[in-house]
């Protein structure tokens, strides 16, 4: 969906207006963004599925941090322990404090940080949040990547491997809540569910198998009627 991406690009600069967007080629190593520690793999090798979200490599994108804005900035994302990592000129791996980290976009995908406290109602973990649909019925995505160590008989070692489970969250009335199935879905948007029923129809899509995008477009579509 690169139309839909855009949008969430779009949305998430929108909103940083009141920042200043100061460029890392003009500060050099004295830029702020360089405030935090220096980044340490996990150091293990894993038998299937990887502690990085989209890639290990290093990718271009844009993040504000002291609510500053750094764009054309080199970031990778360690989404096992939820670590946003930049690199300066020496190619120095620093791992960004979270704490000071609003939001950032990496490979088309926007990021932000939520906390769990009463400004953000009904987020029950604080921590980086994706952004699949920035409209009034907001929705995100939460990954959980989980280290399962198995003893290896044969080769006398142990073996390791990451499992991954998402949740996701719509924002309704103000309150974040957790999607678990259509049906809560429906109940959610309660107030259109006969429109939402039919519509969720219409699409074709399986819930099981297509189920960020048939959310996205749901989400989408109770904007649209919900005036």
Same mark, same amino acid.
């Given at each position: &969906?690169?139309?839909?991406?855009?949008? @969430? =690009?779009?949305?998430?600069?929108?909103?940083?207006?009141?920042?200043?967007? *100061?460029? !890392?080629?003009?500060?050099?190593?004295?830029?702020?963004?360089?405030?935090?520690?220096?980044?340490?793999?996990?150091?293990?090798?894993?038998?299937?599925?990887?502690?990085?979200? @989209?890639?290990?490599?290093?990718? /271009?994108?844009?993040?504000?941090?002291?609510? *500053?804005?750094?764009?054309?900035?080199? /970031? &990778?994302?360690?989404?096992?322990?939820?670590?946003? =990592?930049?690199?300066?000129?020496?190619?120095?791996? /620093?791992?960004?404090?979270?704490?000071?980290?609003?939001?950032?976009?990496?490979?088309?995908?926007?990021?932000?940080?939520?906390?769990?406290?009463?400004?953000?109602?009904?987020?029950? #973990?604080?921590?980086?949040?994706?952004?699949?649909?920035?409209?009034?019925?907001?929705?995100?995505?939460?990954?959980? !990547?989980?280290?399962?160590?198995?003893?290896?008989?044969?080769?006398?070692?142990?073996?390791?491997?990451?499992?991954?489970?998402?949740?996701?969250?719509?924002?309704?009335?103000?309150?974040?809540?957790?999607? #678990?199935?259509?049906?809560? /879905?429906? &109940?959610? &948007?309660?107030?259109?569910? !006969?429109?939402?029923? %039919?519509? =969720? %129809?219409?699409?074709?899509?399986?819930?099981? !198998?297509?189920?960020?995008?048939?959310?996205?477009?749901?989400?989408?579509?109770?904007?649209? @009627?919900? #005036?």
């Amino acid at each position: &969906m690169p139309k839909l991406r855009g949008r @969430i =690009v779009s949305f998430i600069k929108q909103a940083l207006t009141n920042t200043i967007s *100061i460029y !890392k080629k003009q500060l050099g190593d004295q830029s702020p963004l360089y405030n935090g520690s220096r980044y340490s793999p996990t150091g293990f090798i894993f038998r299937a599925g990887s502690p990085y979200f @989209i890639s290990d490599s290093f990718n /271009l994108g844009s993040v504000v941090y002291d609510d *500053i804005l750094f764009d054309s900035v080199y /970031l &990778m994302y360690e989404d096992l322990r939820e670590l946003l =990592v930049s690199r300066n000129n020496d190619n120095y791996l /620093l791992q960004l404090i979270n704490q000071r980290v609003s939001s950032f976009i990496i490979s088309g995908h926007s990021f932000i940080r939520l906390t769990a406290d009463s400004l953000h109602p009904g987020i029950s #973990k604080t921590g980086y949040y994706e952004i699949l649909y920035p409209g009034r019925s907001q929705l995100l995505k939460k990954t959980f !990547k989980t280290i399962i160590e198995e003893p290896s008989v044969y080769e006398n070692t142990i073996i390791r491997h990451i499992e991954e489970a998402e949740n996701y969250y719509i924002r309704i009335g103000g309150t974040y809540q957790r999607v #678990k199935s259509k049906s809560e /879905l429906l &109940m959610l &948007m309660h107030d259109h569910q !006969k429109e939402i029923q %039919k519509y =969720v %129809k219409k699409t074709k899509l399986n819930y099981r !198998k297509d189920r960020e995008k048939l959310l996205i477009l749901t989400a989408e579509y109770y904007d649209q @009627i919900a #005036k």
